[in-house]
């Protein structure tokens, strides 16, 4: 719910409807906490059960995975499973809808979950890559999702079916530096933006956290929906601090 904080204030979700209405190029910056409702844990977060040991930027590294295949996929596969079985989050879905209706041009995400295109969104900038395929290292083979599991050898690594290389997920891991051409469309984006919508993300991450810079630098505004503080706070039109499904819930409502 969208609560009046003060007295003849006009509501936040009122305030970024207006924002949008008055945008002609509105793009959405999303991060982890998209999916946290989705129950997707933010990678960054300390987790529980048998990976709380583990640390994520030691094991989904390029040199782990060139190294120790077996090592890298004995965490990577797990993962796998159960990013695969989650849903879009209701924020998720809110983006898919203002896009729908005209008032979002493109979603950039952090997010490797495929959920923004699992929800409808269909203009969408995966700057770190999708767990939506696996490419081999030796040959041009693509594998989809689902196929992956059938890939794996005795050792627990996967090989192409075709030629035996090296399958590795279509994402980017730590080590690895970003995709040439999203990042150049992702600019792109942020650069035309009269309004750049970051939900779930602390912005902190490089080079996604330059994003919103080139927007302002435009002279564009930026909306954050982020619970907990980022370094562009003092910058936003507005900042809205509640859970994100809940307040682009409340936009959706005040758009009408
Ligand atoms: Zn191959």
Known sequence: MAARSEEGQVP????????IHESQCTVALTGAGVSVP?????????ET?????VDPMK????????????????YYRPRFHSLGDKRPSGAHEALAELERRGLLDAVITQNIDRLHRAAGSENVVEVHGSIETSSCMSCTATYGLDEVDGLFNDEGIAEC??????????????GELLPESAM???Q?????????LCVGSSLVVHPVAALPQLALGRGGHLAIVTKGATPYDS??????????????????????
């Open 12 to 19: 936040a979700a009122e305030r970024l409807a207006s924002l």
């Open 38 to 46: 989705s129950g997707i844990p933010d990678f960054r977060t300390p």
């Open 49 to 53: 059960g048998i990976w709380a040991n």
């Open 59 to 74: 094991v989904a590294h390029i040199d782990v995975f060139k190294n120790d295949p077996a090592r890298f996929w004995s």
């Open 161 to 174: 079916s075709g030629c035996g290389g090296p399958v590795k997920p279509d994402v980017v891991l730590f």
């Open 184 to 186: 150049s469309r992702a």
């Open 188 to 196: 792109d984006l942020a650069e035309r933006a009269d309004l750049m």
């Open 235 to 256: 910058q936003a039109t507005l900042k809205m601090h509640g859970e994100v499904d809940e307040e682009l819930a409340a936009l959706l409502a005040a758009l009408g």
